[in-house]
């Protein structure tokens, strides 16, 4: 129902207009939006792979209950990042590639979602091991999402470390500066 939903919503959010102060307010709540279904997702594999019968049976009405809440917020982040104003600092490139992967967890999150109810009604083992197959792709393709909207929201070089000659650099200008203001200390003592 929400892939169905968002399928037929997208259209009409080209004709949004991104300047009404509700639509900013949604676009500025995505980045919190997002860790509702991040968590969930990152629960829900775990979960599913410990969804056996025997001692661990009862963890599978969980996953299912887990999953519900990652589909649910993966649809709302998705047309609350819709709604995020696009800056000018940001690279084209990354900001469509966040996009892309975020809509991807989305319907795996919705597919998995769909697979774990079908596998639950009717007892079909390959229903189970299609819906692992998902949600750990799904999962992948989250950790490239996060990895997207870090770069967007702290900068491509976040995740890069800082090079030895960097720091060189800093540390010499550091240096000069603390050298120059004992030296004004020096002679306004005087």
């Known amino acids: 129902f929400f892939a169905l939903l968002f399928g037929v919503c997208t259209p ?3 004709d949004l207009d991104k300047s009404s102060e509700f639509v900013q307010i949604l676009g500025n709540l ?9 968590g969930a997702l990152l629960l829900a594999f775990p ?28 649809v709302f982040a998705v047309f609350a990042g819709y709604c ?3 800056e000018k600092e940001y690279s084209r490139t990354t900001y469509d590639a966040h ?11 919705c597919g998995s979602l769909f697979l774990k109810l079908l596998a639950r009604r009717f007892g079909e083992v390959w229903l189970h091991h299609l ?3 998902m949600l750990f792709a799904t999962s992948l393709t989250l950790l490239f999402a996060l990895h997207t909207g870090s770069s967007l929201t ?19 200008e550091t240096d ?3 050298q120059q203001n004992n030296s004004e200390k020096n002679n306004t003592g005087e």
């Open 12 to 14: 009409f959010l080209q």
């Open 30 to 38: 995505h980045p919190l939006m997002n860790h509702l279904p991040i």
């Open 47 to 74: 979960m599913q792979l410990c969804d056996r019968p025997g001692l661990f049976r009862h963890i599978g009405a969980g996953s299912t209950f887990v999953l519900w809440f990652a589909m649910i917020g993966a």
């Open 84 to 86: 995020a104003e696009i």
């Open 99 to 109: 996009a892309t992967l975020g809509i991807l967890v989305a319907s795996g999150a």
């Open 131 to 133: 819906c692992s197959a």
């Open 154 to 172: 702290h900068g491509e070089e976040y995740l890069k470390p800082q090079t030895t000659t960097q720091l060189d650099d800093e540390g010499d």
């Open 176 to 178: 000069a500066g603390q």
